[in-house]
């Protein structure tokens, strides 16, 4: 066995450390600390944040990548071990069962036969078209996709790609909104001219025509040089990132625009002028003054954001201009059901899961934001 | 013909919130008659706007009125019918509110704002209605040519004026304006008074003042209730109660105002706060806060008395219940005339009035030619096409320790002028020298050395102080910016010291700012700025949006603070009796100059420019004292 870093994976760990360093030196410090018991005490809070944290554990099992050791059977002895050309994760090796039990073909939810006839030899010997029995009857608890692959599985392997989705871009994209934004507010002036020639510029071009093109440029790019990328999760996984830095670069204008505006307002706002007699320097003044007083719009634009990013990918590999097609996704799993559903009789599972757990992520998220941004704001009244 | 005014009988408001039963006006009851002028006067949180909105029945969904009875002339306003209500609001009872530039819709033009009133209660359309409407603009002071103005074409006073004319549209037989002139600089103020108080008189009409300015209330009112957490406490003719009051909360009332004649002398104050709107109430409700409270006070309600003709009291000092047992000895007290404030000199003004014009090297600040000039951009280009002279060379010195009061109204630059001078706006020309240094070109360390020795308390308590910090980490910040040499220990020492001087308690470091009132946090704001030790201190009218019991003990402390530490204040308001009461000298403001500068007694008795007699003229209250 040979462990894999690809750079989603390095980046979502990276990621996560952030954040566990981040809850580490926050742990002693009682106002930063009661909000979110705040948070966990209520109902809402605590439900969504376990939801979000099955969610955040399976895609942090799947991102742990290694490639399979083949069996040493041709070759020396003592010649350098080979490793298969698939790449596994710790989920894959853990659903191994879900993995390797295919069918040949479609079958509905706990069917005990596939969803289509096939010609068959009966008992008599003669040949007749009937429903085929599974091989595995009643072990799809959401059915197969057509190539016989468990639908649960793929909707598992689907949600790292949501999440990585969600996070990476919105980590491009909140430095772009938050120092863009708030200089424009604060320092106006030309520096404001500026900000706002830019991103008027950027919003009026259409936006999935910028990323398809940005996709395609990426595409040739990677098949121009097939010798950096040993196996085809590291090609997958270089276009997904790819596509995060696109619509990252592209989407932070919503939040500058609405940052730059609330700036606008808060730097007349006594406090700052306060500060500013105080001889308090323009970094402090932004650092302390104004971005506490709209953490609460960039945490309400994240998570809509997020949602919106999970969503976006759907529509963008429905498209073309997503993620790889050979990479399990939301949008993917949805692309394909297009077909699915024009079929007789329909197939709906795929859409159906895909559809889901989507819903239970993003719903998830929108409680759990709710619920943060209500504690941060000191002047909620608290129930203690 | 039938019975005209409004008679109000034991009015209960009630708002039941989240389990909570709050009673926000309780056993109310006050009559007006016709052509006569009636004052509900009561600090902020006192129940008098929730009053209005019953007799409107405009309550909140929350608020529910729970006993009382209110006639207008021969009609039942409670028992009415929400159809036929209709018909009598903006008809035969109509209100003023007290923001003018929220009051009007702005889309639309003040012609067809009045004229929707015209055809909904005179069924007055087309020319007729054209006609009404100009007749009423006259009536009210403005053009004919204004009614197809759109609301924020109009200033201020015009947008006030509109709105009365469009109240009087339905021929009221009651008018009730609620801090009609709160929002607006004391000319206006004084020209929509007037206005209101000719069309009573020439109208015949009921007007219902709800106010919190004494002054006001005496210059307009024939009547007087003054009411105190929901009651009325004290109700009056005006000449009866303004010669004596006989309320101990009425009393204090007047004791707390700051008088030029009370120069050098501490204001009464009024201890605690107004009682919350949940509280039991056994007895008085002014009884914790009252010097005069007995057992009996505590333990009984008293209930509203006449103890004069034209006076009725609600307090138990003027009713005993058993005479004969301690009780009757204080009867005769509160006959005489209120007492006087108590009399604590303070400390003789330091150094003795600051030093004539001309000798700067004595002076803490000296302002000379100061101009603020912002360009108008136009055009693609932006190219500048002129300026707005919000200062245009204005000279000015205080002395170490001197009170110099700014005065002026909205938009004449002062606020302008005092962002300048802290070198939080660049000026356009002149120059601000600050102990002997000059601050223009300053720049880094030693412009910083220099915000140590001079800074600001603002207007709104509110927005002064950053909600997303506490009351600790605001204090220490200007001496984290400016005093790097102190650690965390000296710093938090120091927080403590200044907290206990503005009279906050010591916890109050760890809480944030929405957890205080009003008062509380201009005491904080306060705090903040001596933190750094300045010599002067810039005071952007600290006490225009405090109550008058609590702008009595701010402007105490501010006295306690000079007189300890010898600091110089520049005092930026519109009040004219703070600055009688508080200034040594008095500069006037207009149009972006200083039009006259002078000692304060002797400019507030015999002043030269003709703006300032204007302004001494429009200050409410001036023709009685």
């Known amino acids: ?384 | 013909m039938s019975r005209r005014g409004l008679r109000v009988e034991g009015l209960r408001v009630q708002i039941s919130q989240a389990g909570r039963l709050l009673v926000p006006v309780d056993d109310v009851g006050f009559a007006i008659g016709a052509n006569e002028c009636v004052a509900l006067l009561g600090e902020s949180g006192c129940g008098k706007s929730l009053t209005a909105l019953a007799l409107m029945r405009l309550l909140p969904e929350v608020a529910q009125v729970t006993a009382g009875r209110v006639d207008l002339g021969d009609t039942d306003l409670l028992g009415l019918p929400e159809l036929a209500m209709r018909g009598v609001r903006g008809g035969r009872l109509a209100m003023i509110f007290q923001e003018p530039m929220t009051s009007l819709n702005p889309v639309m033009r003040v012609a067809d704002q009045i004229g929707e009133a015209l055809a909904a209660h005179r069924g007055l359309v087309g020319e007729a209605a054209r006609a009404e409407v100009e007749r009423l603009l006259q009536a009210v002071g403005l053009d004919a040519g204004r009614q197809w103005d759109y609301p924020f074409q109009l200033s201020g006073g015009q947008r006030q004026r509109a709105l009365i004319a469009m109240m009087l549209a339905g021929e009221p037989e009651v008018l009730i304006a609620d801090e009609p002139t709160t929002a607006l600089d004391v000319l206006v103020q004084d020209q929509i008074l007037k206005l209101l108080k000719d069309l009573q008189t020439r109208r015949g009409m009921s007007l219902l003042l709800i106010t919190h300015d004494l002054d006001v209330a005496g210059d307009m009112a024939d009547r007087v209730a003054v009411m105190y957490a929901g009651q009325i406490v004290e109700w009056a003719s005006r000449a009866s109660l303004y010669a004596t009051p006989r309320h101990p909360y009425t009393r204090k009332l007047f004791a707390v105002l700051p008088r030029p004649e009370r120069r050098g002398q501490r204001l009464d104050s009024l201890p605690g706060r107004v009682p919350a709107a949940d509280a039991q109430h056994l007895g008085c409700r002014f009884a914790d806060r009252c010097p005069e409270a007995f057992p009996r006070c505590h333990g009984e309600a008293p209930s509203l008395l006449q103890v004069a003709p034209d006076h009725a009291v609600r307090c138990h000092l003027f009713f005993p219940a058993d005479i004969g047992n301690g009780a009757s000895a204080r009867v005769a007290a509160p006959i005489s005339p209120p007492p006087p404030a108590r009399v604590e000199s303070m400390q003789p003004e330091p150094g003795e009035p600051g030093p004539p014009r001309g000798r700067a090297a004595d002076a803490l600040l000296e302002v000379r030619d100061l101009a603020v000039h912002f360009p108008i951009r136009r055009g693609l280009l932006r190219r500048v096409v002129g300026s707005i002279k919000a200062v245009d060379g204005v000279s000015l010195s205080i002395a170490p320790g001197e009170t110099l009061a700014l005065v002026g109204e909205s938009g004449c630059g002062k606020t302008t002028l005092a962002r300048a001078v802290l070198r939080l706006l660049e000026p356009t020309a002149g120059q601000v020298m600050l102990a002997g240094r000059d601050l223009a070109g300053l720049r880094g360390e030693r412009l910083r050395r220099l915000r140590r020795e001079m800074q600001i308390v603002f207007q709104d308590p509110f927005s002064s102080l950053n909600p997303r910090m506490k009351v600790g980490a605001i204090l220490e910040e200007g001496m984290r910016s400016l005093l790097p040499e102190l650690d965390a220990q000296a710093r938090s020492e120091r927080v403590a010291v200044r907290l206990e001087q503005v009279g906050l308690p010591a916890d109050a470091a760890g809480r944030h700012p929405h957890e205080f009132s009003g008062g509380q946090r201009q005491r904080i704001a306060i705090a903040r700025a001596l933190t750094v030790e300045p010599r002067l201190l810039i005071l952007d009218e600290p006490t225009s949006a405090l109550d008058v019991s609590v702008q009595a003990q701010i402007l105490n402390l501010l006295a306690d603070i000079q007189a300890r530490q010898g600091l110089a204040y520049l005092f930026i308001t519109h009040n004219l009796s703070v600055v009688g009461y508080l200034a040594q000298r008095v500069a006037v403001m207009q149009g972006g100059r200083v039009v006259e500068e002078g000692r304060a007694e002797t400019l507030l008795a015999r002043p030269r420019s003709d703006y300032t007699r204007r302004l001494l003229a429009a200050a409410p209250g001036h023709l009685r004292a």
């Open chain 1, 1 to 384: 066995m040979k462990p894999v870093l690809l750079w989603s994976d390095a980046l979502l760990f990276l990621l996560m450390a952030g954040v566990l360093v981040l809850v580490w030196s926050m742990r002693h410090e009682d106002w930063l600390r009661d909000p979110w018991r705040h948070v966990m005490r209520s109902r809402i809070g605590a439900g969504s944040a376990l939801l979000l944290v099955v969610f955040l554990a399976v895609g942090l099992l799947d991102s742990l990548h290694y490639r399979e050791r083949l069996p040493r059977e041709a070759g020396p002895p003592g010649a350098t071990a080979q490793h298969s050309g698939e790449v596994l994760s710790a989920l894959d090796w853990l659903l191994t069962d879900l993995r390797t039990r295919t069918e040949k073909t479609y079958s509905a939810p706990l069917a005990t036969h596939l969803y289509v006839k096939e010609s068959m030899k009966g008992p008599d010997g003669r040949e007749v078209r009937d429903y085929p029995p599974l091989q595995y009857p009643r072990g799809h608890l959401l059915g197969t996709d057509k190539v016989g692959q468990d639908v649960l599985y793929l909707s598992l392997k689907s949600i790292r790609t949501g999440l990585l989705i969600g996070s990476l871009t919105t980590l491009v994209m909140l430095p772009f909104a938050i120092t863009l934004g708030m200089a424009a507010g604060y320092f106006g002036g030309r520096v404001d001219d500026l900000i706002q020639y830019v991103y008027t510029t950027i919003n009026s071009i259409p936006g999935v025509l910028l990323i398809a093109a940005a996709v395609l440029v990426v595409q040739a790019q990677i098949e121009a040089h097939p010798e950096l990328f040993d196996t085809a999760a590291a090609r997958a996984d270089v276009r997904l990132l790819a596509l995060c830095a696109i619509l990252g670069i592209t989407g932070w204008t919503g939040l500058a625009r609405l940052l730059r505006g609330e700036v606008l307002k808060l730097r007349e706002m006594e406090f700052v002028q306060a500060a500013r007699a105080f001889g308090v320097g323009r970094l402090a003044i932004l650092s302390r003054h104004l971005l506490p007083n709209v953490m609460h719009l960039v945490l309400i634009t994240v998570v809509i954001d997020f949602s919106g990013l999970v969503l976006a990918e759907a529509v963008l590999s429905y498209v073309g201009v997503g993620v790889d097609p050979a990479m399990n996704s939301f949008g993917n799993m949805i692309n394909g059901a297009r077909l699915e559903l024009a079929r007789e009789p329909v197939v709906w599972w795929q859409l159906a899961a895909a559809f889901v757990f989507m819903f239970v992520l993003v719903l998830a998220a929108n409680l759990f934001a709710d619920q943060v941004r209500d504690a941060l704001d000191p002047r909620m009244e608290r129930k203690s």
